[in-house]
């Protein structure tokens, strides 16, 4: 990754928005946060923005608490950095991004990114954007601390899934035991990111493990989260994370499909694969986008009909 | 960890048992097997053997064909080397280990270890022995194939939980770095390990949240097992393992039961805390007994009356 041209605008600008995708997971709030105290070390004014709600469990990241939304009129910067968002959509500023800042950095690592910046580092090769913020830290010789240290490690074991997924590198690997050295505590970290569950989310698991079904030669298996069970279980969005993967991990499946019903009549889908399918171009087929094992697209619909068109495409790549 | 004098002993000797402990997790396979296939690389006669069924999931490692348990009279090497085992009963050989070999080589982390061995290579800031065998062969200048890559970076996940405890060090993410440059698939393995679901597990485990039952201070989880559930969704023992973990992980709990229901009107109790309570207290009351965060007893009586039992002494624990 070429840092350089990166290396000149920081030194030459001093405010900077650094923003990334709405429904943020650990990887988007990983590497925002990490950036923001690297940026704010430098001297510079740094607003890390995201236009959602953060998630009560990342809430012991550092600094976390300087994350907010767009305030319209008054947030304005230099340069915004955008982090692990394929298209300016997904940032949801409801404003040209041109508006708010002068200067576009795109830093992604998602093959279907769609170059929306002057400046676009883009890989697919990283395991997470919080690597690549490493990678990029690094290049421009900022000293890594503890609060950076966590924020990057965390970026990196959601995205890796805790090293279940294949983007587990021998790269991300040695970054998170240089991670280690600087003082992260993986136990403390993975407490924090994978195991405190809301009472409600267990209860959404129950009702989402009880629409599971199975297609007849058992290689997809799919779900579906419907309002009613968001409503019953008092979940909230933050607590559907992660639940495709029931359904992915069971013996002999393939793909795992998530239907999630949402407001105005459309249905956000989940897709997930565990060896050869690239759900990256089901998902495309329908305007969605992603990775070759987690992808997901947003159609209009009912949920049998959604259900019936993303079902016989899956058929087709098996 | 000096291996000098083991480098002396390999070279003299030509036949060798190598050994691990009765329920063999994913470290008492993969650093045996890792450790035999580098010993017949060597020109040597080896015999792992473990006296206990080998769980199928671990079937994919390599080698795994060749474990067997000790087949008395004719099982004889000049040296033992015993893995991953505190003391030598663990092992199960019912032989005194000296009738069956010249020499023993005992290599553990557990702090625990009674020193059994002829050698004792033993040091508890290793994340697992498998780790300690990547670091023995490297000092005997043996090259790490991909079978063997493929048992070290089982052994290290397992022990590790995949980076979820404590051991999870510098070091052995470092030697999973390198095991990952030679050829290891970490989705791969972390499938095989940890993730295959039977569709019946995952039915029970709607079925068991079902029964999920929180105290009014929020600190009791509890939850029921019924030998109905089992008939339902056709699960074996094995897919309970594990379980109880839903109501542990709930935030704000601190003590979880599963009542398990068994033959004979009995009730097996299992009982897991999170911080402060030592629930090994608890299962010693009613005749059980374990760890400070985990243990366990059974009971007779109907499922009404041994959760009034034993809920009500779980209070006077918080």
Redesign the interface.
Known sequence: MDFYILNNLISKYNSFIVTSHIAPDGDALGSVLALTIALEKLGKKVLPIINDTIPQKFRFLPCSEKVRAFASEKDKAEVMICLDSGDPGRLEFKKDLRDICNFIVNIDHHKSNTMYGDINLVNDSYSSVGEMVYFLLKGLNIPIDIDIATCIYTSI?TD???????N????C??V???L??IGV???FI??EV??????AS??L??EI??S?K?SEDGKIAYMRLTKDMMLKTGAKEEDTDGLIN?A????GVEVAVLFKEQDNFKIKVGLRS?QWVDVSKIAEQFGGGGHA?AAGCTIEGSLEEVEHSILSTVRKYL
């Open positions: 074991i890796t899934g805790s090293l279940k997924y294949s587990t590198t021998p790269s690997l040695k998170l035991a240089e280690v050295e505590k993986p136990d993975s407490r994978f195991e405190k569950k809301s009472l267990v209860m698991l129950k493990l009880g599971l199975i029931y992915r991990e069971i013996d565990n094992r």
